[in-house]
């Protein structure tokens, strides 16, 4: 396999640079030149502005747009995020985020933030009363049925995951790069966790007439980033980036 022609997924920074910086630092080591960003990149209270810059300046890099990029380019929200973020945006980020793609298609692969379709909605799992689920295989094979490409990387969820469907689809999920738990109330109040602090990514490459998968967890100071969260008064956050899992409401 030749890693110049890998390409690194990275998904769901949420504004930590400590992590990014990391992860971008471990693909260049790699020798890998493409990259291609699932979404969620600026929406947290640690470095929004850093996170920006550190992927600004790599135009190789394909940005998808996750929700909360979006979320990002209203006037208003009801959120403490939001209202953190959104002052710190200059001009040039702002029309960054809006050149930001739907979802991308480079050779038989595809690639968006919750599924093909929508920007908030998770392509492995479903949310009900009684909490988080995976979905069948028979569900995934009739949501997929008008997906051409063979690999389908999605993120929102913040888990790493890779399921193979018997009519020869992956959907592989990325994880997060800076956020490896939350607790989301919609549309039912859930927790998502990774259990582990780790920088997460994917690496992926052609190996002759297929493709090979690379779950990268990637080890990082994760306790400077979880002191900025705890700066800005978001526990929430600091807690779920030292110890991989969301802190009960």
């Not at 920074?13 to 992860?23: C, G, K």
């Not at 979404?39 to 929700?67: Q, S, V, W, Y």
């Not at 602090?197 to 990637?218: C, T």
Request: glycine share 4%; hydrophobic share 35%; net charge negative.
């Amino acid at each position: 396999m030749n890693k110049s022609s890998s390409i690194a997924v990275i998904s769901d920074i949420h504004s930590n640079s400590y992590a990014l910086e990391a992860v971008l630092n471990d693909i260049d080591s790699r020798g890998i030149k493409t990259i291609v960003n699932l979404g969620d990149t600026l929406f947290g209270p640690i470095d929004p502005i850093k996170t920006a810059e550190l992927l600004m300046k790599r135009p190789h890099i394909t940005n998808i747009m996750g929700n909360c990029d979006r979320y990002l380019l209203q006037d208003q929200m009801d959120s403490l995020t939001f209202h953190y973020v959104k002052p710190l945006l200059t001009q040039e980020i702002n029309h960054w985020i809006q050149t930001f793609n739907r979802t991308c298609i480079i050779d038989d692969l595809l690639f968006c933030h919750g599924t093909p379709l929508s920007d908030d909605e998770y392509l492995l799992d479903e949310v009900s009363i009684h909490g988080v689920v995976e979905k069948s295989v028979e569900k995934l094979m009739s949501e997929l049925a008008f997906v051409d490409q063979k690999l389908i990387f999605c993120g929102h969820t913040h888990k790493q995951k890779t399921v193979w469907l018997p009519d020869g689809k992956w959907i592989v999920n990325a994880g997060s790069v800076g956020l490896p738990a939350y607790f989301e109330d919609t549309p039912h109040p859930h927790y998502m966790e990774s259990k582990t602090p780790h920088a997460k990514y994917v690496i992926v490459s052609r190996n002759d007439q297929s493709w090979v998968l690379e779950n990268i967890l990637l080890p990082y100071d994760y306790e400077l980033a979880a002191q900025r969260a705890d700066q800005n008064d978001r526990e929430d956050y600091s807690y779920a980036i030292r110890y991989g899992r969301a802190k009960r409401m």
